[in-house]
Structure formats: C-alpha cells, structure tokens
C-alpha cells in the first residue's frame, strides 16, 4: 500500500513539474475588434502575420510611405515575431489604422487565444489585445 502511494506521489510531482506543452501561433487568428483576419506562418524561424481580410478600411492609406498608400491591406505582412521563451515571441507590429509600426510581443495562454501588445518609449507604454482562433 506505501508502494502505491509513493508510486502516485511520483507521478503527481512528475506532472506538475513536466514543461508546459508550447502552443502554436500558426493559423488565422481575429483581432479584438472582429475587424482584422491574419494568418500566422512560419516564415525563416520567425512567425509571421499577414492580414487575409479586413472589414472597412480596404487600402493601407495611413502608410507613413506615401506609395504604399493604394495598396490592398489584404496580403500585408503586419506581424513579425521570433520566440522569446515558451509560449512567447517579440518583433514588430503594423497598425494600419495610423501607418505606424510599434516593437511588440506575444503570447498564447491558450491554443485558442493570443495576447498581442504593441509598445512605444521602449515599452513604457502599451497597449494589448487578445485574438481569438478561427477555423
């Protein structure tokens, strides 16, 4: 009986000590709003997001660069991460609505959901969204 006891003590202590399983980015993913679809794919070790639809706003007509400005928003690389620990990843992010590209990170707390923070001031100021998985 102390056997199994001790058997099953292991076996709890190995599990909760066990690396959480990592969650992939990849597939499409809907912003906050519901207004942006991106789909997340490996692109040279690094994640990358790249805007499949986008509801209103159709052109990039906020590019700081004024001969992007006509360009379909459908296509746009918008998201540029490599990893930074398990579940997490920093790069670059394109908010279209102003033209601007802000350093960003991102997490997955879950397989269904991932947190998305763009910063300026070297991170002093951010402003997050959680994106929701579509199939």
Avoid: H
């Amino acid at each position: 009986m102390k056997t199994i006891a001790l058997a099953g003590a292991a076996l709890a202590l190995a599990l909760t000590a066990a690396p959480a399983l990592a969650q992939s980015p990849t597939g499409t993913f809907v912003s906050q709003s519901g207004d942006t679809r991106v789909r997340f794919a490996d692109c040279g070790g690094q994640i990358c997001g790249t805007i499949v639809s986008v509801r209103g706003q159709t052109t990039d007509e906020k590019n700081e660069n004024a001969s992007l400005r006509s360009r379909a928003l459908a296509g746009v690389r918008m998201i540029t991460m490599r990893p930074n620990g398990p579940n997490a990843w920093q790069g670059t992010l394109y908010n279209y609505q102003d033209g601007k590209t802000y350093n960003g990170r991102m997490t997955m707390p879950s397989a269904n959901s991932m947190s998305l923070s763009g910063c300026v001031l070297g991170g002093m100021i951010c402003r997050s969204q959680t994106w929701t998985r579509v199939n």
